[in-house]
């Protein structure tokens, strides 16, 4: 109905407000290397995602569904590289897992986000 019209609207908000964020995270994906400036910057997204969320007083369920809008935005980057740059399918399987465990990181540091904001208020 409208109110999960307008969550997803607010998710899609707190998702998109660091633009920036979705090309630096495909670069370091797409990278050999460099796997914890990798996870920190999705940590940072996440805790940024949490914060705005909070802040705007949305459910945890809504934070979560930007991180969502995020992955997805990821992968949609992702599905173009091989058409591209002729991207191998074993270059592609490793990208998408690697985007799967970035996208666990930002997750995970939602949930922290909130957790920590509810012990902050006990």
């Known amino acids: 109905g409208l109110a999960g019209t307008a969550r997803r609207l607010r ?16 670069r370091y994906v797409n990278s050999p290397d460099d796997d914890e400036a990798l ?6 997204i996440g805790v940024h995602y949490a914060t705005l969320a909070l802040r705007a007083a949305m459910p945890l369920s809504a934070a979560i569904e930007a991180a969502l809008f995020f992955r997805d935005s990821l992968v949609e980057a992702a599905m173009d590289l091989p058409d591209e740059s002729h991207v191998r ?18 997750q995970l540091a939602v949930v922290a986000g909130y957790e920590n904001d509810a012990t902050v208020h006990e």
């Open 89 to 106: 399918a074993t270059d592609s399987a490793r990208l998408l897992r690697r985007i799967s465990r970035v996208v666990n990181v930002v």
């Open 11 to 26: 998710a899609r908000r707190v998702a998109t407000s660091r633009p920036a964020a979705d090309g630096r995270v495909l």
């Open 39 to 44: 996870l920190q910057e999705a940590r940072n």
